[in-house]
């Protein structure tokens, strides 16, 4: 978990501690590792093909994009009380 935990933080400060872009950009990684898988699924079984993996990743993407989201807050509280 420490090492989801520090992604996150580095990517909620490269994108300046605003949810809005975070959430942009966990959505451009799972538009990425979506046509990464498509591309090996045609590689292997020569055609993409819907599974039962496909909602799992989705939903870790959408609760990475809620984290990101909260860590966004935690550091906003953070810079506006000095902690």
Not at 5 to 13: D, H, K
Not at 16 to 22: E, H, Q, S, V
């Amino acid at each position: 978990m420490k090492y989801i935990q520090t992604i996150t933080m580095y990517l909620a400060e490269a994108c300046d501690r605003n949810p809005i872009f975070t959430t942009i950009m966990i959505f451009l990684a799972m538009l990425a590792f979506n046509l990464f898988e498509a591309s090996i699924e045609r590689l292997v079984f020569g055609k993409h093909f819907e599974h039962w993996l496909d909602p799992l990743f989705t939903g870790v993407f959408i609760a990475w994009g809620a984290y990101a989201t909260y860590l966004c807050a935690i550091l906003r509280i953070r810079d506006k009380t000095g902690a």
